[in-house]
């Protein structure tokens, strides 16, 4: 278990105002992930990090951008939030071999 | 590309019945693979994975997954199922790449 957080774990926001989600591991994984979770599509991976000040884009990076300052923490933006990202969001952290996964407990996203 | 596959969108069993939730998965060579649970409003957790060796794996809560190269296949198994066993489950192939691949998972009920 990579120890993972996120905060909020719930918000509600308008269209058009930035929004921030946090997640924080304390195992010291070096890859990072976002997904977004929504009925019918799954899960579907957003931005990754590979290390510090390291990202990629996921298949629907789109209106989401993410920052990595420490290993401990990675930061997932929207910088004008969208009706179409209501959605619940997940972090998780990866072991350095074999892709195994730990994941956040989510937040859930509204945008109105 | 890495692509995996859960068939069954959803699956109803009785309690105390066996429960099997198929997973297909495409990649050239031995992929890692993972199968996850989630219950409602909840992250993610690992039921079981396999890297190598035996085929058949053991997991948590009674859950055992047997991968068969021959069927591109790594299919989810319990003998009995309890109430507690509803969820959605998702099964997941890495090893191409820092990234998993995700089906777009199963949700099972459980009947009285």
């Known amino acids: 278990d990579a120890g993972i957080t996120q905060s909020p774990r719930h918000k509600v926001t308008e269209t058009g105002t930035p929004v921030t989600l946090r997640c924080h591991q304390t195992e010291n994984h070096r890859y990072m992930y976002w997904y977004r979770q929504d009925p019918g599509h799954g899960l579907r991976l957003i931005h990754y990090s590979y290390g510090v000040k390291d990202t990629d884009k996921g298949e629907v990076s789109d209106g989401y951008s993410v920052s990595r300052s420490k290993t401990e923490d990675f930061l997932l933006t929207l910088e004008s939030a969208t009706s179409s990202q209501t959605s619940v969001y997940f972090c998780?952290?990866?072991?350095?071999?074999?892709?195994?996964?730990?994941f956040g407990p989510g937040t859930r996203l509204t945008v109105l | 590309a890495q692509s995996v596959t859960q068939p069954d969108i959803h699956i109803t069993v009785s309690e105390g019945a066996s429960l099997e939730l198929r997973c297909n998965y495409s990649y050239g060579a031995t992929p890692y693979l993972f199968w996850y649970v989630q219950s409602p409003g909840q992250g993610l957790q690992l039921l079981l994975k396999y890297f190598s060796g035996d085929t058949l794996v053991q997991g948590i809560k009674g859950f055992e997954a047997e991968f068969k190269r021959s069927q591109s296949s790594f299919n989810l198994r319990k003998p009995s199922v309890h109430w507690s066993d509803a969820a959605e489950y998702f099964c997941a192939s890495g090893g191409a790449t820092n990234k998993l691949i995700f089906g777009t998972g199963t949700l099972l009920a459980v009947q009285p």
């Open positions: 998780a952290a990866q072991r350095e071999t074999y892709n195994e996964q730990f």
